[in-house]
């Protein structure tokens, strides 16, 4: 079988200002069907990437090509037609806090079909199904568990049957059975679906279980890349710190400072 | 040399923030085309604006009520006071009337409208906004100004008239209790001046006229502000606040505006 590339990002720069750049000359490629991991530590860049596939945000130099569309070229149709094919899971869900859990699941469907009251209560019940929130479909966001309104959004974000699914820091603040079943549901979800995914995260050990490739971040550039096993044996002294939680290494526990024994130092009256 | 460098940094200060808030209304002036333009889903699926109609125009239905009964109790009292010194106390209906139908219905209305429902407009879409739901609205390729800010507008829009004559009504009623219920001022010489004096298309229309626009500009303010609020809980609590002073301002600038266009020097 061909192995298309679904995300493909060519020599991509990016800043809010031209003379700071977020992102420098970043270059990736995620085939269909993968699980893959964008990890680095928090501000090293990996949000602006994934705004820079959903094309919320257009690079400055490179190109972007996803799902087949270069997003530079793409009008605002073109960007909403592409996004119907994509799912976002937002850190904290992000859901719709006037709805149910019901209304949530069934915004997307609403908006973009008009399908018959029947088969849109089919179709979101076997999304709450999916993620074992069928019973929990009449009450309200306020009502749920961070992890619970994690699992709704995630149902949601997947009830058009995107063809690729973006976590953005799908494990923060979440209990261990929690997190267990988010990982579960992301690779169930994945190969049930036929989608591809792609998970931004700074929880290293956990996503290193879940992916099967991973792009290691650090100020803006791809300083590592492979599978988890070979991400785990890194011998980059940032990887290694990282994977590691190391608290001192290339990034040092100080924060820059004057000489210690400067600061020590008595002044007289 | 300290004086002029002190004038100059004024200067340049006062020039950037000029220059910003001129960009800010050009700002403003194309989301509020953007907004008219996609405006078809909430005109298609009107359910979306009747339910903001109910937020905006229906729960404030209490303030608007409770407040302009008040407001034409105090006018009988004060207009009585005034009237019967020139014995011209039978004409209290007629005050009353034109006082809320000209003026203070639509001001006072449009300032309640902006304190209890602009707020609430700009706070629900800024915390909209601060909680990612515009951005999961637009992830799920759904525009949030047509489907979130379009249908606020046109409930505000349409809510804001229905308010403001309701507000008068109340006052009316309120002017009666007092004048004729309290004070003893003859029921039908009320109601009859009131009848004879009050002109529709002078009166009547041009209060409707002012509430139009009064509704159009703080439900404006109140969508933008809270569509362009810091996504943080001090910028929407900022927003909120410049969503009820620049409407209040903007209600008493238009109001001066409008009646000076409407003067026609008693003819």
């Given amino acids: ?18 003379a700071r750049p977020v992102l420098r000359d970043i270059d990736l490629a995620i085939p269909r069907g993968a699980v893959v991991g964008i990890m680095g530590q928090s501000g090293c860049g990996k949000t602006t990437l994934l705004r820079i596939i959903m094309g919320a945000y257009l690079p400055s130099r490179g190109t972007a090509r996803v799902l087949g569309h270069t997003t530079g070229e793409l009008d605002a149709e073109g960007l909403y037609a592409m996004r119907r094919k994509m799912g976002m899971l937002f850190q904290f869900g992000a859901l719709f806090t006037d709805m149910s859990v019901y209304e949530n699941v069934a915004f997307p ?6 399908l018959p009251d029947d088969v849109l209560n089919d179709l979101v ?15 309200m966001p306020t009502e749920l568990s961070g992890g619970m309104a994690r699992r709704v959004a995630l149902a949601r974000s997947i009830a ?54 991973v792009y290691f971040m650090a100020a803006g550039r791809v300083i590592a890349k492979g599978t988890p096993d070979q991400i785990r044996a890194s011998p980059e002294p940032f990887v290694n710190q990282f994977v590691n939680g190391r608290p001192d290494g290339p990034v040092p526990f100080h924060y820059p400072a004057p000489d210690y024994a400067a600061d020590l130092e008595v002044v007289p009256a | 040399m300290i004086e002029v460098a002190w004038l100059r940094s004024r200067l340049e200060r006062l020039g950037s923030t000029v220059t910003s808030q001129v960009w800010r ?22 359910r ?20 302009g009964l008040f407001v034409g109790m105090v006018l009988a009292l004060q207009g009585y006071e005034t009237l019967q010194r020139f014995g011209a106390s039978e004409s209290l209906g007629v005050l009353v009337a034109l006082s ?27 915390l909209m906004k601060a909680t990612e739901q515009i951005s999961a609205m637009e992830m799920m390729a759904v525009d949030p100004i047509a489907r979130v800010v379009a249908p606020r507008f046109w409930g505000g829009v349409i809510s804001m008239p229905l308010l403001a004559a309701l507000f008068s009504a109340a006052g009316v009623f309120g002017g009666y209790l ?3 219920q309290l004070i003893g001022v003859d029921s039908g010489a009320f109601w009859s001046q009131m009848q004879a004096a009050v002109d529709l298309r002078n009166d009547i229309m041009n209060g409707v006229i002012k509430s139009v626009v009064f509704g159009i500009a703080v439900t404006w303010i109140s969508v933008f502000e809270g569509y362009d609020a810091v996504p943080t809980a001090e910028g929407v609590s900022r927003a909120t606040t410049r969503t009820v002073v620049t409407s209040s301002l903007a209600i008493l600038a238009l109001d001066f505006v409008l009646t000076a266009l409407m003067f026609t020097g008693g003819n």
């Fill in chain 2, 25 to 46: 209304v050009g700002y403003a002036s194309r989301f509020l085309f953007y907004l008219v333009m996609h405006s078809g889903t909430a005109l298609k699926r009107f």
């Fill in chain 1, 1 to 18: 079988m061909q192995q298309t590339q679904i995300v493909e990002i060519q020599n991509v720069s990016f800043g809010y200002d031209p």
């Fill in chain 1, 109 to 114: 469907l609403r908006e973009h079909a008009e």
């Fill in chain 1, 160 to 213: 058009l049957d995107p063809q690729l699914i973006l976590y953005d820091e799908p494990f923060t603040g979440l209990d261990p059975i929690s997190f267990g079943v988010i990982v579960r549901l992301i690779r169930d979800l994945n190969t049930s679906l036929g989608a591809t995914s792609i998970i931004v995260t700074h929880d290293v050990q956990e996503a290193l279980d879940v992916v099967d490739y």
């Fill in chain 2, 100 to 126: 809320l139908v000209r003026e203070l219905g639509p001001v006072v209305a449009g300032l309640l409208f902006a304190s209890r429902a602009g707020s609430a407009i700009t706070a629900e879409i800024g």
């Fill in chain 2, 178 to 180: 007092v004048g004729v």
């Fill in chain 2, 48 to 67: 979306l604006t009747v339910a903001e109609i109910y937020f905006a125009g229906v729960l404030s239905l209490v303030i608007i009520l409770v407040s």
């Fill in chain 1, 125 to 139: 019940m076997l999304k709450l199904q999916a993620v074992g929130l069928r019973g929990a479909a009449h009450l």
